[in-house]
């Protein structure tokens, strides 16, 4: 049994040795390989992929001022819509009736105001141009009146002169003086009138 031991030991330590060389062999033997490649340029697509709740920035609610119930709808969740575009229809209920009825009436009394207030506006337009004329008018009857008070300025002349002639001795000149004063008279009037013709062009100016 001694005899033996040394042989098994050294066959323990020949065995180490073979592996240990085996193994320095194989590792200093292996390679690094390299894969090379041309360089090209291309896209490089890179996409995520994520899931959860989207919301929009610009959210309105749409509200009705009368009640009643949804019976249509033309649009749809993301759709874009305009001012004055038809979203839904609703079929009104008793109490939405009632408001319809009395948006109605109050939009034929606002346009009934309208109406009065046009007509209004066309009555004053018409009372204008009337004052307008009568402006006019008294303008013109000044101009007639100044001539007829030049007129009679003239009569009254020549009768004061004709009388202031005839004083002494003409039997007419109870006639011619009668003449006189007629012309005097009318030269009064005349005047009168034309004196007044300021104060109607006044009023006619004031009704503009």
Same mark, same amino acid.
């Given at each position: 049994?001694?005899?033996?031991?040394?042989?098994?030991?050294?066959?323990?330590?020949?065995?180490?040795?073979?592996?240990?060389?085996?193994?320095?062999?194989?590792?200093?033997?292996?390679?690094?390989?390299?894969?090379?490649?041309?360089?090209?340029?291309?896209?490089?697509?890179?996409?995520?992929?994520?899931?959860?709740?989207?919301?929009?920035?610009?959210?309105?609610?749409?509200?009705?001022?009368?009640?009643?119930?949804?019976?249509?709808?033309?649009?749809?969740?993301?759709?874009?819509?305009?001012?004055?575009?038809?979203?839904?229809?609703?079929?009104?209920?008793?109490?939405?009736?009632?408001?319809?009825?009395?948006?109605?009436?109050?939009?034929?009394?606002?346009?009934?105001?309208?109406?009065?207030?046009?007509?209004?506006? #066309? !009555?004053? &337009?018409?009372?204008? /141009?009337? %004052? +307008? =004329?009568?402006?006019?008018? $008294?303008?013109?009857?000044?101009? *007639?009146?100044?001539?007829?008070?030049?007129?009679?300025?003239?009569?009254?002349?020549?009768?004061?002169?004709?009388?202031?002639?005839?004083?002494?001795?003409?039997?007419?000149?109870?006639?011619?003086?009668?003449?006189? #004063? !007629?012309? &005097?008279?009318?030269? /009064?009037? %005349? +005047? =009168?009138?034309?004196?007044? $013709?300021?104060?109607?062009?006044? *009023?006619?100016?004031?009704?503009?």
């Amino acid at each position: 049994m001694r005899k033996r031991l040394p042989w098994i030991i050294t066959l323990i330590l020949i065995i180490a040795a073979g592996g240990t060389w085996y193994a320095f062999r194989h590792k200093s033997t292996g390679k690094v390989t390299y894969t090379t490649g041309t360089v090209t340029k291309g896209t490089l697509v890179i996409s995520v992929s994520s899931s959860g709740t989207t919301t929009s920035a610009n959210r309105i609610p749409v509200t009705t001022t009368v009640t009643g119930t949804v019976s249509k709808v033309y649009v749809k969740d993301g759709d874009s819509v305009k001012v004055g575009q038809t979203l839904m229809v609703v079929t009104l209920d008793a109490d939405g009736q009632a408001a319809l009825a009395k948006a109605k009436t109050a939009l034929l009394q606002a346009q009934s105001a309208v109406t009065s207030a046009q007509q209004g506006v #066309q !009555s004053l &337009k018409s009372d204008i /141009t009337n %004052a +307008q =004329s009568g402006v006019v008018s $008294a303008q013109q009857q000044k101009v *007639q009146l100044h001539q007829a008070l030049l007129q009679a300025q003239s009569a009254y002349d020549t009768a004061t002169a004709t009388y202031d002639a005839a004083v002494s001795d003409d039997p007419n000149l109870a006639q011619k003086k009668l003449a006189m #004063q !007629s012309a &005097k008279d009318a030269l /009064t009037v %005349a +005047q =009168s009138r034309y004196d007044n $013709a300021d104060a109607a062009i006044t *009023q006619a100016k004031s009704q503009v």
